[in-house]
């Protein structure tokens, strides 16, 4: 059974650099055409998409966030990271990452979540 | 970016009702549209996809409709695990967006 689970600081301040990890258990991360990606929810607010990392390794950004973002992966540990710099608290959130699917051309099926991690950013 | 405006943002109904959600498209996205339930503290869970296409385990109460710009999330017989939050999400065009969500609440 597939499972994700999140990992990182819960708490950081103003123009510190976020470094999140993804682990996942019950599929390969180098699975071929998977993608794999993250999401964002301010607390009361809706869903935001970070940016994705493919199968081959080939990263997809927000372009909102692209200035700051990187997305990596380590297959030896079968996890992809988020790495965000320059926070504010307009990035205070729950993050989550999620296995994408494909369907009919997208890869923009959000089919399996982690529990997320809420982030808050403050002084 | 394409925009993804839903309405109503709240609504209640009683368990047996017909509740219907529509999401606009700020241009047409074909029939790339999808739809999530979000209960409180839970990651969304995907329920529609391709507008229409109920995922895996999803029961049949759930349907989706529409195309290009208009869509609609349709439960038939509510029942009471069904009052969650629902986004709508388009995957057409890059970044994927979504709308700003529905809280569905107990009458």
């Known amino acids: 059974q597939l499972q994700l689970q999140e990992s990182g600081p819960r708490l950081l301040k103003p123009s510190e650099t976020l470094s999140l990890t993804c682990s996942v258990s019950g599929d390969s991360i180098t699975t071929d055409a998977s993608y794999w990606g993250w999401i964002r929810q301010p607390p009361g607010k809706t869903l935001e998409w970070i940016g994705s990392i493919t199968y081959s390794g080939y990263t997809y950004y927000n372009p909102s966030l692209k200035s700051r973002l990187t997305v990596s992966r380590d297959t030896s540990k079968n996890h992809f990271s988020l790495r965000l710099t320059s926070v504010t608290a307009s990035d205070t959130a729950i993050y989550y990452c999620a296995r994408q699917r494909s369907d009919s051309g997208t890869y923009f099926l959000f089919e399996t979540w982690g529990q997320g991690t809420l982030l808050l950013v403050s002084s | 970016d394409f925009q993804m405006a839903q309405s109503p943002s709240s609504l209640s109904g009683s368990v047996g009702d017909r509740v219907t959600i529509t999401c606009r498209a700020s241009?047409?996205?074909?029939?790339?549209l999808n739809w999530y339930q979000q209960k409180p503290g839970e990651a969304p869970k995907l329920l529609i996809y391709?507008?229409?296409n109920l995922q895996s385990g999803v029961p049949s109460r759930f349907s989706g409709s529409g195309s290009g710009t208009d869509f609609t999330l349709t439960i038939n017989s509510l029942q009471p695990e069904d009052f969650a939050t629902y986004y709508c999400?388009?995957?057409?065009?890059?970044?994927?967006?979504f709308g700003q969500g529905t809280r569905l609440e107990i009458k």
């Open positions: 241009q047409s996205i074909k029939n790339y």
């Open positions: 391709g507008t229409s």
């Open positions: 999400q388009q995957s057409y065009s890059t970044p994927p967006t």
